[in-house]
């Protein structure tokens, strides 16, 4: 699934993770996170929208990705 909602009925945020993005779009991890860590400089609020994870793989080694927050919604 590319993109998860959670919180609260009033209090729902969209997110979704580079590694869904990789996968949705048939591209190398690495790429997506060379192009978002691009985007850094052109978003103002770059840190609300992305924030860095770690999660295991099938192997059990801990892979870094990122988090993005693509949308909240309130009220």
């Known amino acids: ?22 996968e949705h779009f048939q591209k190398r991890h690495d790429n997506v996170l060379r192009d978002i860590e691009s985007l850094k400089k052109d978003v103002l609020n ?9 999660q295991p793989d099938t192997y059990g080694r801990i892979k870094e990705f990122l988090e993005m927050k693509c949308i909240e919604k309130t009220g």
């Open 1 to 22: 699934m590319l993109v998860q909602i959670t919180g609260k009925k009033n209090e729902e945020i969209l997110t979704t993770t580079s590694r869904e993005v990789a």
């Open 46 to 54: 770059f840190e609300e929208m992305f924030f860095e994870t770690q």
